[in-house]
Nanobody, 124 residues
Framework: QVQLVESGGGLVQAGGSLRLSCAAS????????MGWFRQAPGKEREFVAA????????DYADSVKGRFTISRDNAKNTVYLQMNSLKPEDTAVYYC?????????????????WGQGTQVTVSS
């Protein structure tokens, strides 16, 4: 079992930055692929970014490439999402997730554990 707790959300103006953190506890954190997803009101949960256990491979949604960066610190059991040049369309609840795989995966169905989410609101 893995428990995930997100933090770092908030209200920011367009063009601003936020860094989300996700603290993991439970099973061996380093054995999991970690991902970030988001869900806006009335929309399905969508993939944002993912990183394999070693950090050697990452993937991003086209909508955030060049603006968001995922990173992880296995010693601290924490994964981060640095979000720069934020846009109003980035407004959503952001979720951290863990997948029992060594590969990059981008579907919600591949992820076994989820955090409770943190709200990000970008004002225009």
């Amino acid at each position: 079992q893995v428990q995930l707790v997100e933090s770092g959300g908030g209200l920011v103006q367009a063009g601003g930055s936020l860094r989300l953190s996700c603290a993991a506890s439970g099973r061996t954190f380093s054995a999991y692929t970690m991902g970030w997803f988001r869900q806006a009101p009335g929309k399905e949960r969508e993939f944002v970014a993912a990183m394999i256990w070693s950090g050697a491979s990452t993937d991003y949604a086209d909508s955030v490439k060049g603006r968001f960066t995922i990173s992880r610190d296995n010693a601290k059991n924490t994964v981060y999402l640095q979000m720069n040049s934020l846009k109003p369309e980035d407004t959503a609840v952001y979720y951290c997730a863990a997948a029992r795989t060594l590969m990059i995966v981008t579907s919600t169905y591949n992820y076994n554990y989820w955090g409770q989410g943190t709200q990000v609101t970008v004002s225009s």
